[in-house]
């Protein structure tokens, strides 16, 4: 079995694909071809992707050993929702099929791996630096975003394929954490600016918040002054309940491991709301195929259930599933003390 999924369609074919997802009718035969085609294009971003994860890994240690990196492949829900909300993309434009992700421990990291991209001379083509960090979104989500496209000039197979990266600092991470589990417990796309407003607001603030403690830009049309920032967001966390609910989002859902999942190379992590359970599949580096496949059958049976999700992913050690995906464990840890230490004004030593 070869370790990586190659091309078994024209791009012409994963764009029909892309558009019967979002608008099969009752044509259940047509959906599962879709499928087919889909989950082949997600699949051969599997090699580019460990690629640029490798390079990641490297850069990042050399400016904070205590980087984590992680990768994965774009759920199939994720893909239909950026299809419905961008109804003139199609799936072969999508930037961000394969993404690896690098969580720094402070926004200076971040600044500093940047430039160490801008500084190198990588063979892949760099087009676009999404800079959220100097300029938030105005969900909140602070981060940069670096999008190659791959390039080899031995095995032209995956020449062009893109390639995101997300650089995030612990804080920048927890708070994006934090919005998908609230996400998921409410059932609304919080992430995508669509749910109750008071939780959309909520999360603005705290991302200004956690922007002042690490001195980066503040989010769009939130309060200048941080006498005003404090108030309305103690205000609004009141008004939610913010900080009991998330503790309560946030109780550790009950693991259930395959036997064999130490010592692989890709995880399989099926989250059951519902049940709280989190099951964890692990696959050796030679079985991507049947990850593949597996990861497919998750999604569909999540996708009738809207119980839960899945996700395949790679990191480099069982140990660093937690840190690099908490929203699947259900971790608000440490968002819940950055919203104690916000609504408190205690970062501008402010006596609240």
Not at 157 to 177: F, G, P, V
Not at 191 to 206: I, V, Y
Request: hydrophobic share 40%.
């Amino acid at each position: 079995m070869a370790r990586w999924a190659v091309p078994q369609f024209s791009k012409k074919q994963i764009n029909a694909a892309g558009k019967k997802l979002i608008d099969w009718g009752d044509n259940v035969f047509a959906y599962l071809d879709a499928l087919e085609k889909i989950n082949n294009w997600r699949s051969i971003h599997g090699h580019p992707l460990n690629t640029f994860q490798t390079t990641l890994r490297i850069k990042g240690r050399q400016v904070d050993p205590h980087v984590l990196v992680a990768q994965r492949i774009k759920r199939l829900s994720s893909i239909e929702a950026k299809l419905r909300r961008f109804p003139t993309m199609t799936l072969s434009q999508m930037q961000d099929i394969g993404g690896c992700r690098a969580i720094l421990t402070s926004a200076e990291d971040v600044h500093a791996l940047v430039s160490s991209y801008q500084r190198s001379d990588l063979k892949h083509k760099l087009h676009t630096i999404d800079d959220y960090m100097n300029n938030p979104k105005g969900t909140g989500y602070r981060g940069v975003h670096l999008i190659y496209s791959y390039f080899s000039d031995k095995v032209d197979t995956y020449n062009s394929l893109k390639i995101e990266m997300q650089l995030r600092s612990s804080y920048m991470h927890a708070w994006a954490t934090a919005v998908e589990i609230v996400g998921t417990f409410t059932r609304q796309a919080l992430k995508s600016s669509q749910g109750e407003e008071d939780w959309l607001r909520f999360f603005a603030l705290m991302s200004s918040a956690i922007a002042l403690m690490e001195g980066t830009a503040p989010v769009p049309d939130t309060p200048s002054s941080s006498h005003e920032l404090v108030t309305e967001l103690r205000d609004i966390e009141l008004k939610l309940d913010a900080i009991r609910r998330l503790r309560t989002y946030g109780t550790a859902p009950t693991i259930l491991e395959n036997p064999q999942v130490k010592g692989q190379h890709f995880f399989l992590l099926e989250l059951n709301v519902a049940a709280g359970q989190l099951a964890v599949t692990g696959y050796k580096s030679g079985a991507m195929d049947q990850a593949a496949t597996d990861y497919l059958e998750a999604e569909k049976r999540f996708s009738a259930s809207q119980n839960g999700d899945a996700v395949l992913v790679s990191v480099e050690s069982l140990a660093s599933l937690r840190r690099a995906y908490p929203n699947y464990f259900l971790d608000t840890n440490m968002f819940v003390e950055l919203v104690e230490e916000a609504v408190g004004g205690n970062f501008l030593g402010m006596p609240f």
